[in-house]
């Protein structure tokens, strides 16, 4: 069985009782493990994740999770990491503690000889995609897609890397605050098959002949099982602070989104 989960926003300050969701996460990725032949995060697992160039006690916060990962990777389970916007900046040390495989960019897999197409599916803007937008909402996502940048620069990451961790912490936790208590008012729902972003990206990947059997994304924190065409199949992970949902993929390459309970 191969696992697909996405966007837990581990230590996030909007959620109430961090530990007791650590300790959840935990549980679901040890059940993954005992039939996973590999499990992949896609994204925003961490709410905010720096690898400072010094010490940085708050990482101990996330102690059970790393060993959880590791006792997974040692039992020969393949664990991927695929950054999100909220956890880009890892340079190796997470990898090293845990054994996890780091993707940077969108990756294709085979399963059953199955394509299948991973992302965390921030910045997959489709061409001709803004201007159908409200003047409005095309300068916010404008504005996110010049933050990505700004953040994904390896000159600004090394200097922000150089700050005290406790402050590039404060920074960092604080902005990511904002969108978690934002989502507890329900703000970011599913805009329709002609309007969301993901959707018109994975058809436009198929109109151009890069043909996927299935397209897995997380990012948008909503549930959404869509097929495409008679052979193309897309999903949206929804999250794992909520909702916790996943997807799982049997040998048969049966599909199917779950709910951790």
Not at 51 to 69: A, N, V
Not at 210 to 220: A, E, P, T, V
Request: proline share 3%.
């Amino acid at each position: 069985m191969i696992y697909f989960l996405s966007d837990a926003h581990l230590g996030s300050r909007a959620i109430d009782d961090p530990q007791l969701h650590q300790q959840t996460i935990i549980s679901m990725l040890r059940t993954m493990a005992k039939d996973a032949t590999a499990i992949y995060m896609l994204g925003d697992i961490f709410d905010f994740w720096c690898e400072f160039f010094w010490r940085d006690k708050s990482k101990e916060q996330y102690r059970p999770f790393l060993q959880t990962i590791k006792e997974i990777t040692d039992k020969g389970v393949e664990v991927h990491f695929f950054i999100g916007n909220h956890d880009i900046w890892t340079f190796g040390w997470l990898a090293e503690q845990t054994g996890m495989t780091i993707h940077r960019k969108p990756e294709t897999i085979t399963v059953n000889g199955k394509r299948v197409f991973l992302a965390h599916g921030d910045g997959l803007v489709p061409k001709n995609y803004l201007r159908q937008l409200p003047t409005k909402v095309q300068k916010k996502i404008k504005q996110f897609i010049f933050l990505r940048k700004v953040f994904h620069n390896p000159i600004i990451q090394f200097f922000f890397r150089l700050l005290p961790a406790s402050w590039g912490n404060e920074f960092g936790y604080e902005w990511a605050k904002k969108s978690r208590l934002k989502e507890k008012d329900g703000t970011y729902p599913y805009k329709g098959e002609e309007k969301e972003e993901l959707v018109l990206f994975a058809k436009e990947q198929e109109q151009a002949g890069n043909h996927h059997d299935l397209y897995i994304f997380g990012h948008r924190h909503i549930e959404l099982d869509l097929m495409l065409s008679r052979d193309s199949r897309m999903m949206i992970l929804g999250d794992c602070w909520r909702m916790f949902t996943y997807v799982q993929v049997n040998d048969n390459f049966e599909v199917m989104m779950m709910n951790y309970e």
